[in-house]
């Protein structure tokens, strides 16, 4: 290529990507989406709370743009930003399925430790093997993927929720055996429901994996995503990182990879 038509090459280039941010950071808003999923996200006095939005306003305030969220079912989540009807999705695991409209960052928001739960006065072992669970019901949350294991295990019997929440109340009231969740959540609904000591998790996790801020493909913000990565980084580095994760009694350690 010619050397002036690769500097005009350049320069068109680096005025795309200036358009593209400069545009969207014009708006200063995106719309953000997410489940109710206590430490994580929740609404709490009519203000949207949780360590997960506390990081993800504090990034976006590093960015100069501000955040618009909304509460919704996790399947509504999905076709939102599926859709472009919504910017971002927090939180979300990384599956091949959603990664053909969700743009995923580096760098994860937090880390998901996952688990079985019962009742204390039920002796159900769990040895990784899910074949030995489908005698029970287990409830799960409608749109959650539980790992690939878990999810194409089509023999368990699964019953779904729209809220989280659910899954320990029908527990409590013995319409399963099981639930599945994450562990912080899980906990935080049932020390709210007065439950706490009613429910045990099963040994060994059925996952550990990274949760993310995912955007939506069709918003093309793979600009505002490298820039969104970046910023999250330099603040888990942060003694302001630190103090959103004590805030919800969140330790530090269990957010390391």
């Not at 200063?28 to 997960?52: L, M």
């Not at 306003?57 to 960015?63: I, L, T």
């Not at 749109?143 to 029908?170: C, H, M, P, R």
């Not at 996952?207 to 801020?213: I, P, R």
């Amino acid at each position: 290529m010619h050397k002036t038509n690769r500097l005009l090459f350049s320069m068109m280039a680096f005025l795309l990507i200036g358009v593209t941010y400069n545009s969207f950071a014009a708006e200063e808003k995106i719309q953000a989406v997410f489940v109710t999923w206590e430490p994580y996200g929740y609404i709490e006095n009519d203000r949207f709370v949780g360590f997960e939005l506390d990081i993800f306003s504090a990034v976006m305030k590093m960015m100069n743009i501000q955040v618009e969220y909304n509460e919704r079912p996790w399947k509504r989540c999905l076709f939102m930003v599926e859709n472009g009807l919504a910017d971002v999705v927090i939180s979300a695991l990384k599956t091949p399925e959603r990664e053909a409209y969700m743009i995923y960052p580096e760098e994860s928001i937090s880390i998901s430790k996952t688990a079985l739960f019962t009742t204390p006065d039920r002796n159900i072992q769990f040895s990784q093997d899910f074949e030995s669970l489908k005698e029970f019901t287990i409830g799960v949350t409608a749109g959650f993927t539980y790992g690939s294991a878990f999810d194409s295990a089509n023999f368990l019997k699964k019953d779904e929720n729209i809220k989280t929440a659910g899954i320990v109340t029908k527990l409590m009231m013995g319409r399963y055996e099981l639930g599945i969740g994450n562990i912080a959540v899980i906990s935080s609904i049932a020390q709210k429901q007065g439950v706490r000591n009613k429910i045990k998790f099963l040994e060994p996790l059925v996952h550990s994996q990274k949760l993310y801020a995912a955007f939506s493909k069709v918003k093309n913000h793979q600009y505002l995503v490298d820039e969104f990565s970046k910023k999250l980084a330099y603040l888990k580095n942060t003694s302001e990182y630190r103090e959103i994760l004590t805030k919800y009694g969140i330790t530090y350690e269990s957010q390391l990879p």
